[in-house]
């Protein structure tokens, strides 16, 4: 990547060089511009950009102005895959992998810190959690390490048993409260899910003792192992999620390195 044209027609170039590269060009403000201005522009400086290199270019713009990225999870799918490289999609569901979702997320947060008045990043909502805990665990992973640690309890499927009312479900709120002794899904009132304050005041509720479903406690420990020994994974479920998990680490990692790496280069060609 010796030029600013080589820079847009490889397709190999990564979103946040490709955000700096504009920033350095033409200032922060292109993040408000139009696709057909952004387009325009690049071909009047010489540079004729690859159609996935607009698309990636267009998310990181969408990522700094908007927090959709961190709310709405069909947003998330399809911004995650102009960031992987991948033509987006909103009509196709498009399956992403833990290491993509790492990078995307890695990505996000990154782009939020670099312009400086934009500097907050957003929390995960619920939704946006639940979807990325699912893809994860439809390829077998069910512990997720950070930058996905947001959706963790949703993958282990952290639960609860009362010892009280004997009812066992999801944690939701995780308050350490009984939702069935608390009445919190009453629809007394709609306007949320609020413990009853008369029940809890009497104390009604805390008798509970939280579980996972899928434990995570082994994965974490292997995982550890593998990250810093040499061991050979078994064909167990526990090493599969680990063996799976490797592969999303190192591939989040490679995608930091491409990112470094070009962004060195990028000094030059400014
Ligand atoms: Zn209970």
Redesign the pocket.
Known sequence: MSSWSALWSSEETHPFVLFRALVQKYGAEWVNWAPAVLRQSLHKSGATPARINLSKALATAAIVQRDEFWTNWEVFHFLAQALNNNTPSSRDMQELTVGQMMTAVDIAEHLRKELKTLSYVPSFSDEVARFVAAQAKAQAVWYLPAPLDFAAHLAAGKSYR?G????ESEVVFDDGL?D??IERWSMDSLKDWAPNPALLQRGR?R??TIFEKNPTEKVKTRLAQALTSKITLLEKPTDVCVSRLLVAIQYAALRRRQRDEQLLMLKSVA
């Open positions: 009362c009280d009312c004997g009812s009984c069935t002794c509720g008798n509970i």
